[in-house]
Every structure is written in structure tokens, then in C-alpha cells.
């Protein structure tokens, strides 16, 4: 598997089919799209996933607002970007996303995302609601943006 860093191409650490940035200043994390052969439909293998990838525990009340950078299309000279809110922690929310389980994935994070460039929190609910479109709003001068 490919293990760069898809936003610095720094070198990255792996758990799992999850890689993390070793770069403090960078910080980005993506699942290999090879985790997409596993039977994620099954909640006890998307559980064994999640545990393998060392993902930490979230609290009830924690939510958490993120940024997914997406491939870009044919033709496109700038970045895009997905703004979304959760309260799973982010690194799960980006695999129900990439592996559409449940229905619950974006079409454009199914299709194109690429890789987490960040996320804030955790945070109040009522917190999270106000900087969803605050962080999409601040983002726009950089990318193209969708969110919500
Ligand atoms: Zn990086």
C-alpha cells in the first residue's frame, strides 16, 4: 500500500488500514481505500476495523466538526474540500463516509475523499452546530467547499 502523505507527502504511520501524518505540522490522516474489501456492512467487522486503526474513544456529549479534502476531477485546477459535524470521533465518521454504511456517506467524500486534513474537538453539540459553517466559511478563500 502507498503510505505517503496525500496533503504534505511526509511519511506516515500505519494502524491498521488507517495512516496518520508523523508530521506535527500537518497532522493528516487517511483510510487506504483497500479497507473498502472488508464486509463494513457487518458491524462486528467495522468494529474490528476501527479497533485495529486504534481509533480512541469518544464521551456521549462530545461532537466534533472536520475537513476532508477530496480528489480532485478531471479538469479541476483547485482543491475541494468537505466540511462536516459528528459526534463519532472523526476518523470512524470519515470510514462510515468513504464506505457509505448505512447510507450515511456524502456523495462527494464516497467518490473523492482523499484525505483528513483536520478536525476540532471534541466540543459541545451546540458548539459544533455554530462552527460548521464557520470553519466552511473560512476555508472558502482555499478551496471550494461543501459542507452539510
Ligand atoms: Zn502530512
Not at 472536520?66 to 462536516?84: A, C, F, H, T
Request: charged letters at 30%.
Amino acid at each position: 500500500m502507498k503510505n505517503k502523505c496525500r496533503a504534505c507527502k511526509g511519511e506516515t504511520s500505519q494502524k491498521g488500514f488507517l495512516f496518520k501524518c508523523i508530521n506535527k505540522d500537518c497532522g493528516a490522516v487517511f483510510w487506504h481505500r483497500k479497507i473498502l474489501s472488508e464486509n463494513l456492512e457487518n458491524d462486528i467487522v467495522f468494529k474490528k476495523q476501527l479497533l485495529l486503526a486504534e481509533i480512541p474513544p469518544t464521551k456521549n456529549k462530545d461532537h466534533f466538526v472536520y475537513v476532508i479534502q477530496l480528489s480532485r476531477k478531471k479538469n479541476e485546477v483547485e482543491d475541494s474540500v468537505y466540511v462536516g459535524r459528528t459526534w463519532r470521533h472523526p476518523y470512524e465518521r470519515y470510514l462510515w463516509h468513504l464506505s457509505n454504511k448505512n447510507k450515511q456517506g456524502s456523495s462527494h467524500v464516497i467518490k473523492r475523499g482523499k484525505v483528513m486534513i483536520n478536525f476540532e474537538g471534541p466540543m459541545s453539540q451546540q458548539k459544533a452546530e455554530k462552527r460548521e459553517p464557520e470553519l466552511a466559511e473560512e476555508l472558502k478563500d482555499k478551496f471550494i467547499v461543501y459542507w452539510g
